[in-house]
């Protein structure tokens, strides 16, 4: 039978945290600012205690195990730079949020551990610190090791979601699942209650950098016993947040977008993904081997996992600068899918999500290897959430209409029928309305099925095998 190792031997409770995390969302945007204190330890009811937790009991957000006596439980949050902005755009009212943040490098501010202690009185500890991460072995619920991962490498989301369906909690679990990245050299004497905070420059200890899932372990240095164990997030140093950070504009033809970031550190390439779903971002299809691609190869494996996922993606170059460089604008002019053709929105009432991925820079151009294979960087979940995507104000037709519709279209319910009233056996396609193909085939009948309202367009080859397009729609 499993036991729990946790605690067996001592009522010590700590807890773990680090101060930085990804926070990825489908269409949602998350920030939180805190003020940065020096590393050392804070007594329970200290001021720097009730900063640092908000209350004075123990922040906790996730809970990791239970031993028959204990529990442990533990949150990691960002702790984002202190040259980020709030209130940045000047149409704050429109939104609840509004801000730019982003994280220092460490070698700038160094990313910070955070350990609870609640140590019963008269009693000490000896106590190791480590970081951990996944070994490339480990399934970790088939998101790194699994056949259906498109190049053998893990999916994003082993770093979008960290934690496994049976919890790791044992010192066997830790040998065989996990790689000890870093161990903090000083043996801390523990002896009270409060909190613990330790910088840590966001390497290995053979200054490998890391862009992956960190767990946090505590040994008694003198029993070499595992005390302590939390499952943590991920620490991807190029996070960055902005909200809204995306302003659409419309043209007579075609629809322009403006993208508002702020970061501090070098950056080799910069893309932005226009979608109607982020979270395929984490699919079979989208691994680190395709991230370290960039931005095209994140959309065709968005595209591969749902056709229409994303609409258009571009390299952002050339921003204008504000805030003495730290904000950067970057114009995306008339935004073309990825059939080469304007994006138009299906209705007036379209939202879309904007993702960007940055591709870290060493200094002197070249990409920042990992420790576990995914180039430095970040993949944001949605900038700004969901963005209303306005339609041309001159936009009278359809992408590139035919000239003559010679073909008869009819709408039912479960499809479209080619020449209801003749006979068709031509070849047909089936595309969203920003190009991207969806079905293919051939004979008279279209199906619909599984597909969303909207506007659709259907390409034909009549009689003398010119092709037609015919601008459909869902309802």
């Not at 870093?182 to 801390?188: A, C, G, K, M, N």
């Not at 419309?250 to 629809?255: C, D, V």
């Not at 002019?333 to 820079?361: F, Q, R, S, W």
């Amino acid at each position: 039978m499993r036991t729990n190792e946790i605690f067996k031997s001592r009522m010590i409770v700590i807890l773990f945290a680090v101060a930085i995390i990804s926070i990825f969302g489908c269409g949602g945007v998350f920030a939180q600012t805190e003020k940065r204190l020096p590393a050392g330890f804070y007594p329970k009811g200290s001021p720097e205690y009730l900063f640092l937790s908000g209350t004075d009991t123990t922040l906790a957000s996730s809970k990791f195990f239970r031993s028959s006596d204990y529990e442990v439980e533990g949150g990691v949050y960002p702790l984002v730079s202190g040259k980020s902005f709030v209130g940045y755009f000047p149409y704050q009212d429109l939104y609840k949020e509004n801000f730019l943040t982003f994280v220092d490098p460490p070698s700038v501010t160094p990313y910070q551990v955070k350990i609870w202690l609640d140590i019963p009185e008269g009693e000490s500890l000896n106590a190791i610190y480590s970081l951990y991460t996944y070994k490339s072995t480990f399934p970790q619920d088939n998101k790194r090791v699994s056949q259906y991962l498109v190049d053998g490498t893990p999916s994003m989301q082993a770093i979008q979601e960290c934690g496994t369906v049976v919890p790791l909690s044992t010192q066997e679990d830790i040998d065989k699942d996990l790689d000890k990245i870093y161990e903090f050299s000083t043996v801390y004497h523990e002896t009270g209650n409060g909190i613990r905070l330790i910088d840590w420059d966001g390497k290995t200890s053979d200054g490998q950098t890391v862009r992956d899932c960190v767990i946090f372990a505590a040994h008694d240095k003198d029993t070499g016993k595992i005390i302590g164990y939390v499952g943590g997030g991920a620490v991807e140093g190029y996070r960055i947040q902005a909200r809204p950070g995306v302003e659409f504009i419309a043209g007579p033809t075609s629809i322009s977008a403006k993208i508002t970031l702020a970061y501090d550190r070098p950056v080799r390439r910069i893309w932005a993904i226009l979608a109607t779903n982020l979270c395929v971002t984490g699919s079979e299809y989208v691994t680190f081997g395709v991230v370290n691609q960039g931005g095209p190869a994140i959309a065709a494996g968005m595209n591969k996992k749902q056709p229409g996922a994303a609409l258009a993606v571009t390299e952002l170059k050339n921003p204008t600068l504000d805030m003495d460089g730290l904000v950067k604008i970057f114009e995306w002019n008339d935004i073309t899918g990825l059939d080469g053709k304007p994006v138009i929105p299906p209705d007036e009432n379209t939202d879309y999500l904007m993702a960007i991925d940055i591709e870290g820079d060493d200094g002197h151009g070249n990409v920042i290897p990992t420790f576990t294979g995914l180039n430095d960087g970040y993949l944001t979940g949605s900038v700004g959430g969901w963005i209303h995507f306005p339609m041309p104000w001159s936009y009278t037709g359809i992408q590139n209409p035919a000239a003559d519709d010679k073909t008869v279209i009819e709408t039912t319910a479960d499809g479209f029928i080619i020449e209801p009233k003749g006979s068709y056996n031509g070849e047909w396609m089936l595309t969203s309305s920003a190009g991207v193909k969806l079905t293919a085939g051939k004979g008279s009948f279209v199906s619909t099925s599984g597909l969303p309202q909207g506007v659709y367009f259907l390409t034909v080859s009549n009689s003398q095998g010119v092709k037609e397009t015919h601008k459909v729609i869902v309802r």
